[in-house]
């Protein structure tokens, strides 16, 4: 393949520190924020010629950055909202750099329905489907209609539609093996203009008046997230750190002869869904703070950066905690963030 020389919008050695909400420090060997489509394929066909090794983030709000970037770190910037009426749905074609939560409060302000549960959500549209975010109740794949995607080999667009995309609880095809074959560039959401809204997870309705309108229950998650989530504007941290773990009939029953308050969900016959805030909370470690990183006071299942300038203060806790998880309840948790970067040996 043909050497292609270095488009000048691509700069080198960039840190990422503004670019990760747990602001820790690591360096992008190259670095461009992208803007246009055309752009992108710029750079795709000088890093492929090269030989170098591209890595697309968002807004890095569910990322962590455990080290240097050799190859090109892409800022997803590219900006855009269609709307069109499709019988009685409105679907929504948006570019993957927007602003989630800025998605969100359009959409209300709109009166479509579908997304509001997931108002305050950090990070971009393009990162959504990624880890298939969710809360009350609400996961994006619920009004995901299709992605658009770059094809890394050769900058072609086409549009994969969501049933196709593996989507599972914080988890798809993007976060696995589509990662090193896919950009994503746009997704397309169906909502609606009838008011079908959830409000039947955890206290969320306790907030709300009979019959809400949309806009109330927007500005009920916007209070509630507010009130125990930390503002990654405020303290570095990534949302929740870890995932809401699976386990058996037969652990459960085990932690709950122990701990008859144990907070968990049912998932089928024979598996439970438990809440990891509530096994780290009861464990002792909410709050606990150490080395510039911690436990959040107001909720145990984000960890936080006071301060560190590096991941590895973080990955022991980490193991220090997932250790005595382990040790106290059975319960091996899995990481919820995507992580980027070579490993610190400890
Ligand atoms: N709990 C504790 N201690 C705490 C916090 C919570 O014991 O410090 C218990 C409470 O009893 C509560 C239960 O844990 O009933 C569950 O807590 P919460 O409702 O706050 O939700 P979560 O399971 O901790 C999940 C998502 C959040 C999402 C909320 C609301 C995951 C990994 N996390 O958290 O998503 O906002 O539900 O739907 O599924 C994220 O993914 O980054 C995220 C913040």
Request: charged content about 20%.
């Amino acid at each position: 393949m043909l050497t292609l020389s270095k488009p000048n919008f691509i700069q080198e050695s960039v840190p990422l520190k503004p670019h990760n909400s747990f602001r820790f420090q690591a360096t992008a060997g190259y670095f461009a924020i992208i803007d246009r489509l055309e752009s992108l394929e710029l750079a795709l066909k000088w890093a492929n010629s090269n030989n170098i090794s591209i890595t697309m983030l968002g807004e890095g709000s569910n990322l962590l950055i455990t080290g240097d970037i050799d190859g090109l770190v892409l800022i997803n910037r590219l900006q855009g909202i269609e709307i069109e009426e499709v019988g009685d749905q409105v679907q929504l074609k948006v570019s993957a750099g927007e602003n989630w939560h800025q998605l969100v409060s359009f959409t209300v302000e709109k009166g479509l329905a579908g997304i509001e549960n997931l108002a305050l959500i950090p990070g971009s549209v393009g990162a959504s489907p990624v880890q298939n975010i969710g809360a009350y109740g609400v996961e994006v794949k619920d009004v995901l209609v299709s992605v658009q995607v770059m094809d890394r080999q050769d900058a072609s667009l086409s549009w994969i539609e969501a049933k196709d995309c593996g989507f599972a609880y914080r988890d798809s095809h993007f976060k696995g093996a589509w990662s090193e074959r896919y950009f994503i560039t746009a997704v397309c959401l169906a909502l609606s203009r009838q008011h079908e809204l959830k409000l039947s997870y955890g206290g969320l309705a306790k907030g709300l008046p009979n019959d809400p309108s949309l806009q109330q229950v927007f500005d009920e998650v916007c209070a509630v997230r507010a009130a125990k989530l930390p503002d990654p504007k405020v303290i570095g941290n990534a949302g929740s750190f870890f995932k809401n773990p699976i386990v058996s009939n037969n652990l459960y029953q085990k932690i709950l002869d122990e701990h008859p308050d144990v907070v968990a969900f049912s998932i089928d016959d024979s598996n439970w869904k438990l809440a990891a805030a509530w096994l780290i909370d009861k464990a002792g470690w909410k709050g606990f703070s150490r080395d510039g990183v911690g436990v959040y006071e107001k909720q145990a299942l984000c960890l936080v950066n006071h301060g560190a300038d590096q991941a590895e203060c973080l990955l022991r806790l980490e193991r220090d905690l997932k250790s005595d998880i382990k040790l106290k309840f059975g319960v091996i948790l899995e990481r919820e963030p995507v992580q980027l970067g070579c490993l610190p040996s400890f």
